[in-house]
């Protein structure tokens, strides 16, 4: 494996990170992305300091601190600490950097498990049987000789020193692994020469041998036992790295197996390359590449001489340092995008690495140093730089690295733009003097719509991610590709565009064709680079015993063009039975494999023979022979067994001479292609299909039935095995999860889980509306809190309980033994919590003290503790159950198809409600989880008898113009419950059928209280009602209908205002094209129906007071019949209807008219007035389609 030295103490303590990749090796990238995630997290200004801190702190503990030095957090071990004047200080090691630094005891935060999941990046090494050795002098017999010694000698060490820095390339086999140390042979390039450091020592008299414990013998007399580190006393067994590869928090979690390491992913697209360990036969020629080795494969469409060093790396000297200072090397991908990118040439790169911004920015940001090469573009204000990244996360990240970078550099002065839908918002937004800027499409589009000239001197254009960019913005990206084509160009500034991704798209093509000039394509995935290459991909599934003879139909040959098959076989025993079956069916086939004698060289000259048309060869081979082979000019690859990622893309690579440029020869007949790739897709491999499907789209290939089926049965499978899992967030929040395919939660329903809990029970018998009190906001649309009884709160008078009897000092007995999931009391500040014991780490049970994560069950949030804080908790306290609820706010999402909410509107919601009541109400339940529609502010003024509704939740949402509409959010919900049951707002709770074209909440919900779909923006005027299921208020029964098709139809409910005067009521029922209009009047109830086109409306109004029927009167108009109402008695009426009703309110338009006619004094008559309208909307304004903020 290919090393990079980070630290050296002496040859038996040294420091490596280990480059390439394999079973156990974690890429460069992600340590960088973990870097600037950690970065993101403890930076986060709306974070509160004291939850990330660790209460206390001892040696050997994993945290997380920053070092001043790299200007970054980093994870860290804390080796020693020291006591000053007024705090204490820690001696920590940088675990990724393999730097000790010094820092104070408050500078420490915790160690998230989020950031632990990869292995430490410094490798602890030692020169694998090279022991130290001394000159022993003795004065007394005149004698000098070198003797065995415990320490290595200061010389030993410099001159080690000095070969690492000398070489051009290190290599380190790995012989054995010791308590976390890696031991190994170490190689050295120096000057075109491969040295051993290990024998070198030696043979300077530097070091000694020393046999392994198992070999070990005599050693007193050293220069007899003075021999090189060969190849015989290596040992046999081949190590298992896994133990030193895993972080030591987790190494108790992670479970491995000696022989077979820890387990692999077995997803086609997620399985991680893992390496042959046997070499082939011995008598294999010298040119054979160990298996063990490192390979990267690349696809270029213009030569490009890669600069793998960081020393030649076509990067400014300062932003050099900086990278070297932090120990960065380029990796494969890199190597080949930084030379054009530098050059300001267009880039396509598409790697494993494709979402790594490193690809661009250190090239990027050398370029913009050159100021001479902008000189001619206009002296106006616009960025030289756009960055266009698919969300709002991935720009934050982009940002942070650019400004940590542009520091190094002349001042561009970058800046991040995400913008709402509020214009406002855009027009504040000031671009000057910056020469950067990192925006969404989005954002960019409303920008541009108020800063014209945002083109006029841009030079470089960045798509970060291009694959998402495509999926879920094609039409805005093109819309700004178009406009950044369209500006004026001066003659002499650079024009650049660069694409970086993971996965080939086809409207890549059309960016090649239409926008770019001669771009360098860089693919080192070689499976997308065959996309590229216009590969014909054919999937034929199979079952596992007909795999021969469709192998042999595939075969049958009619093409008279020379064919040159390989067929990918994954075991010695399966290559025989392939080659023998194919001889038996007279076809031309030759086998290579590890047990093959003395044939290499005839293979190879069979393989290269210049052939004549209609002439074929067959060679049947197992994944490990491919390169020594190397074989680079197949025609049609064949995959007898089904390959992991990795060993894919290598078998496609066995074609690349024919890969075809799939944009320049776009015009050419998709028919004819030169290369062909067949999996034969059997039942043992149908795990698999989800990605071969997902592929072969990106491909546009031909996609058979069967394997529609194939992923069907899969996701349904890996849906069982989440069956226990917590149901999905993203399914709970929006209705739908966009990564449903990779989201390690559930996104079914499970009875036994998702049965309504701590909802009480008064609230499941008078459901409705409901008080709120909402006490930890996860983001801007879910909450954690408690439901409040507004008659008598259960767990207020617990909580004065619980405080009034911890006041006694003996009460408070601390817990002898902390269990996990017991209940127990805890003081935060003033007042006394129940919580909860989630976890304790059984490290940390040994301990006196320790740190227990416990969750405060009344409200829903978590929080790490000492165990000496934990009160014993009396009986009498458990019995209530946990009050904490789940409150999700429905029918609102982030905009720009975002699968977050952006902080700014987490934390404006966060300060607008927590610890504040709310009136919501519940139209959904499932296990701890309430869907509340809507939640609305309510201000009561007792002395004028009157309430004020100051906010709706959802409303001050989508006032940000960082949230929109989302009407399916509940209809999805419903869809996922089926049999579940669902809030009825008639009487009960009451099982509910809910059918595949439930098309709203409506078809679930009493009509009385169907809620509308609240909104100053949809305007729903209607709502659905089905007739005929039973009696219900608000509903004429159906002996009150005439028509007895009511029985059978579809009603709607139409939307009316109404106002008065002293003597009538007026009112306006919203009505497109009435026809067929009827209104009954009686002394205390109105009927009116109507209909419009092929809908039915129908309002049955039960007035608050007695009307004259006989002088109340309608009239129809086109849009709308006014309806009026004689009042019995003269005077204002407080509201209009006994019962509310949503779809009913006052219209204000109308407010002033009351106020000018009425000859009460003007404060008596608008408080009169108003209390009609406050009236309506502490009855209504929940549930109303349009809000009333005022």
């Not at 976390?180 to 530097?206: A, R």
């Amino acid at each position: 494996m290919e090393v990079f030295v980070l630290e050296i103490e002496d040859p038996g303590c040294f420091w490596v990170t280990i480059k390439g990749c394999g079973p156990y090796i974690v890429d460069e990238v992600e340590y960088k992305n973990l870097n600037a995630k950690m970065n993101q997290f403890y930076d986060n200004p709306y974070r509160d300091v004291d939850e990330v801190k660790p209460l206390t702190v001892e040696e050997g503990q994993i945290c997380v601190v920053f070092s001043e030095e790299l200007k970054c957090w980093c994870r860290a071990v804390i080796k020693s600490i020291m006591f000053c004047t007024d705090h204490y200080q820690m001696e920590c090691f940088l675990v990724d950097y393999a730097k000790y630094v010094f820092v104070k005891s408050k500078d420490i935060r915790i160690a998230l498990e989020a950031f632990m999941q990869i292995p430490y990046r410094a490798k602890k090494c030692r020169l694998y049987c090279t022991k130290p050795v001394t000159l022993r002098i003795n004065f007394s017999e005149n004698t000098a000789k070198i003797v065995p010694a415990k320490r290595w000698d200061s010389a030993a060490t410099r001159y080690f020193k000095s070969l690492l820095q000398a070489t051009t390339q290190m290599k380190a086999q790995l012989c054995a692994v010791d308590d976390n140390t890696l031991e190994v042979l170490l190689y050295v390039t120096i000057n075109d020469e491969k040295v051993c450091i290990n024998d070198d020592l030696v043979s300077k008299n530097f070091a000694r041998f020393e046999e392994a414990e198992e070999n070990t013998g005599s050693s007193a007399d050293y220069q007899e036992n003075q021999m090189s580190l060969n190849a015989e006393c290596l040992p046999e067994k081949i190590v298992n790295p896994a133990p030193a590869f895993k972080p030591v928090l987790f190494q108790d979690k992670v479970s491995t197996n000696d022989e077979t390491g820890p387990a692999v992913s077995s997803s086609f697209f997620e399985e991680t390359y893992q390496m042959p360990s046997t070499d082939l036969n011995e008598n294999a020629v010298s040119s054979f590449q160990k298996l063990g080795e490192e390979r990267n494969f690349v696809f270029l469409s213009n030569k490009i001489e890669p600069s793998s060093v960081l020393e030649t790396a076509p990067v400014f000297d300062n932003l050099k340092k900086e990278l070297a200072r932090k120990n960065f090397v380029p990796s494969f991908t890199e190597s080949y995008c930084w030379p054009p990118i530098a050059r300001g040439c267009d880039v396509v790169a598409i790697s494993y690495q494709g979402n790594d911004p490193f690809i661009y920015i250190p090239p990027v940001l050398t370029f913009l140093q050159l100021k001479s090469c902008y000189k001619a573009l206009p002296n106006k204000n616009g960025p030289l730089a756009l960055i266009l990244c698919p969300g709002w996360k991935k720009a934050e990240l982009v940002f942070e690295l650019l400004k940590t970078y542009e520091r190094r550099s002349r001042r561009l002065h970058p800046i991040l733009i995400i913008l709402g839908q509020n214009k406002e918002a855009a027009e504040s937004v000031k671009i000057q003097g910056c020469e950067i800027i990192v925006t969404t499409p989005c954002s960019l589009l409303r920008l541009f719509d108020h800063h014209g000239f945002l083109f006029c001197r841009l030079c470089h254009l960045v798509l970060d991610e291009i694959e998402v960019l495509f999926s879920d913005t094609a039409e805005q990206v093109f819309a700004i590709l178009d406009y950044y084509k369209k500006a004026p160009k001066c003659e002499y500034s650079p024009q650049q565009i660069i694409a970086v991704g993971i996965h080939w798209n086809k409207h890549i093509a059309r960016l090649i064709k239409e926008f770019m000039n001669d771009p360098y394509v860089v693919i080192t995935a070689m499976e997308e680079a065959s996309i590229y290459g216009n590969v014909q991909q054919v999937v034929q599934p199979c079952t596992d015993s007909e795999r021969t003879a469709v192998l042999l139909k595939i075969l049958d040959f009619t093409d008279n063009n020379v064919q040159k098959v390989l067929v990918f076989t994954d075991s010695v025993e399966e290559a025989e039975m392939v080659h023998k079956a194919l001889k038996s069916d007279t076809v031309f086939a030759l086998k290579f494999h590890k047990e093959c004698k003395f044939n290499f060289k005839y293979i190879l000259e069979q393989w290269t023979k210049k052939r004549h048309s209609g002439t074929h060869v067959v060679l049947v081979l197992t994944d490990d022979c491919m390169q020594p082979l190397g074989i680079t000019d197949a025609t049609c690859v064949i995959h007898f067994s089904f390959p992991s990622r990795r060993l894919f893309g290598q078998r496609l690579h066995s074609m690349s001479d024919n890969f075809s440029n799939g944009i320049k020869n776009s015009s050419v007949d998709q028919e004819y292609r030169k290369a062909t790739s067949v999996i034969l897709l059997t039942e043992n491999s149908a795990r698999h299909a989800p990605g071969i499907l997902q592929y072969l789209h990106r491909a546009e290939a031909e996609i058979p039935p069967k394997l529609h089926e194939f992923t069907t049965k899969t996701l349904e499978a890996e849906e069982d095995k989440k069956f226990s899992r917590p149901l999905c967030a993203y399914l709970k929040t929006f209705g739908i999860c966009k990564k449903r395919r990779v989201c390690q939660n559930r996104h079914r329903i499970n009875l036994q889980i998702d049965v309504p809990q701590n909802i009480p029970d008064k609230i499941t018998r008078t459901p409705g509306c409901v008080t709120i009190l909402p006490l930890h906001i996860v983001h801007a649309t879910n909450y954690f809190g408690r439901i409040v009884d507004k008659e008598k709160d259960q767990y207020t008078i617990l909580a004065e309980e619980i405080n009034e009897y911890f006041k006694k000092p003996s009460n408070k007995i601390a817990a002898k033994n902390v269990e996990k999931l017991a209940f127990y009391g805890l003081c935060e500040k003033t007042l006394f919590h129940r919580v909860q014991v989630l976890e304790i780490s059984a490290k940390e049970e040994e301990n006196v003290f320790f740190n227990v994560k416990v969750k405060y069950v009344d409200e829903g949030r978590t929080s790490q503790v000492q165990s000496y804080q934990l009160l014993h908790l009396p009986a009498m306290f458990q019995c209530l159950p946990p009050q904490a609820v789940e409150f999700i706010i429905c029918r609102v999402k982030p905009i720009d198809n975002e699968t977050e909410w952006n902080p700014e509107v987490t934390s404006y919601i966060h300060h607008k409600i927590k610890g504040k009541l709310h009136e919501a109400k519940i139209v959904h339940t499932l296990g701890n989880t309430v869907w509340v529609d809507p939640m609305v502010r309510i201000t009561r003024l007792p002395d004028l008898k009157m309430s004020i509704n100051e906010y709706s939740v959802r409303s001050e949402i989508l006032a940000t113009g960082l949230g929109t509409d989302n009407p399916e959010h509940i209809t999805e919900l419903q869809k996922l419950c089926g049999h579940m049951k669902v809030l009825d707002h008639a009487k009960n709770l009451e099982p509910l059928s809910i059918k595949e074209d439930a098309v709203g909440p409506e078809n679930v919900s009493n009509p009385q209280n169907i809620s509308t779909q609240e909104d100053s923006t949809e305007n729903s005027n209607s709502s659905e009602i089905i007739l005929g299921n039973g009696p219900c208020d608000g509903v004429a029964q159906t002996k009150e209908v005439e028509d007895s098709t009511l029985h059978q139809r579809k009603c709607f409910y139409p939307e009316v205002k109404w106002f008065q005067n002293e003597e009538t009521i007026t009112m306006k029922v919203k009505i497109p094209s009435v026809a067929d209009c009827k209104c009954e009047f009686s002394k205390e109830k109105v009927v009116f129906s109507a209909c419009s086109g092929d809908k039915l409306y129908l309002a049955d109004l039960e007035l608050n007071q007695y009307i004259l029927a006989e002088k109340s009167t309608y009239v129809i108009k086109d849009k709308e019949a006014v309806i009026v109402l004689a009042k019995e008695e003269k005077g204002a009426w407080c509201k209009l209807l006994k019962n509310k009703n949503h779809h009913v309110s006052f219209d204000f338009e109308h407010l002033e008219d009351f106020e000018d006619k009425s000859p009460f004094p003007v404060g008596t008559k608008k408080l009169h007035c108003l209390a009609a309208v406050t009236e309506e909307l502490v009855d209504s304004s929940e549930d109303s389609g349009t809000e009333s903020d005022e």
